[in-house]
Nanobody, 125 residues
Framework: QGQLVESGGGLVQAGGSLRLSCAASGRTFSNYAMGWFRQAPGKAREFVGCIDWSGGYTSVADSVKGRFTISRDNAENMVYLQMNTLKPEDTAVYYC??????????????????WGQGTQVTVSS
């Protein structure tokens, strides 16, 4: 079984930056793609970005393209979400998640089976 723990959320002014971290345990981390998702109040959970098991491929949602980047450190079992030029509409609970199968990747929320507890990001205008 996998366990994920996010950290790094907080309150930031528009235009600012935050770096979210996610510590993983319980599975062979380097075999699994990782995703970041977010959920704002009253809205469905949405895809933010994903990174493959090697870190050689990443994908981010159009809404964050050019502002957010994803990286991972397989030696430390960590995945990161660097968020720059934050906007009030980025306010949400951010979750990291591990893909359901090794050596595969998807942007679909329902294909990730291990989730962290979430970390709140609030961007003030």
């Amino acid at each position: 079984q996998g366990q994920l723990v996010e950290s790094g959320g907080g309150l930031v002014q528009a235009g600012g930056s935050l770096r979210l971290s996610c510590a993983a345990s319980g599975r062979t981390f380097s075999n699994y793609a990782m995703g970041w998702f977010r959920q704002a109040p009253g809205k469905a959970r949405e895809f933010v970005g994903c990174i493959d098991w090697s870190g050689g491929y990443t994908s981010v949602a159009d809404s964050v393209k050019g502002r957010f980047t994803i990286s991972r450190d397989n030696a430390e079992n960590m995945v990161y979400l660097q968020m720059n030029t934050l906007k009030p509409e980025d306010t949400a609970v951010y979750y990291c998640a591990m893909y359901q199968s090794p050596f595969a990747i998807s942007t679909a929320v329902n294909e990730y089976d291990y989730w962290g507890q979430g970390t709140q990001v609030t961007v003030s205008s």
